[in-house]
């Protein structure tokens, strides 16, 4: 079966970055589109950022020229940096694929405070 581990969350300053990374095993990484998701407190979980096998990207409004997605294939690991963080971007990130499986990882949280 997929498994996705998140990581690389946490509290940070507004203004402040971190940087997000993901792994999965199984055929995921075979997929042609792999995004983020966010769930912001109180809200539902929506699409942050995604990126095809060849390296097309596409952003959310809210982060486009703030946060940047990668993947390497060859590790099966996707990856975001994020860059000029305001406290809208709290939230538990996952990865997954687009559209998404229903193997969901336990997510890691980023906090940012004011």
């Known amino acids: 079966q997929v498994r996705l581990v998140e990581s690389g969350g946490g509290l940070v300053q507004g203004g402040g970055s971190l940087r997000l990374s993901c792994t999965g095993s199984?055929?995921?990484?075979?997929?042609?589109?792999m995004g983020w998701y966010r769930q912001a407190p109180g809200k539902q979980r929506d699409l942050v950022a995604t990126?095809?096998?060849?390296?097309?990207?596409n952003y959310g409004d809210s982060v486009k020229g703030r946060f940047t997605i990668s993947r390497d294939n060859g590790k099966k690991a996707l990856y975001l940096q994020m860059n000029s963080l305001k406290p809208e971007d709290t939230g538990v990130y996952y990865c997954?694929?687009?559209?998404?499986?229903?193997?969901w990882g336990q997510g890691t949280q980023v906090t940012v405070s004011s």
């Open positions: 199984g055929s995921i990484f075979s997929s042609t589109v």
């Open positions: 990126i095809s096998i060849g390296g097309s990207t």
């Open positions: 997954n694929g687009l559209p998404p499986t229903s193997y």
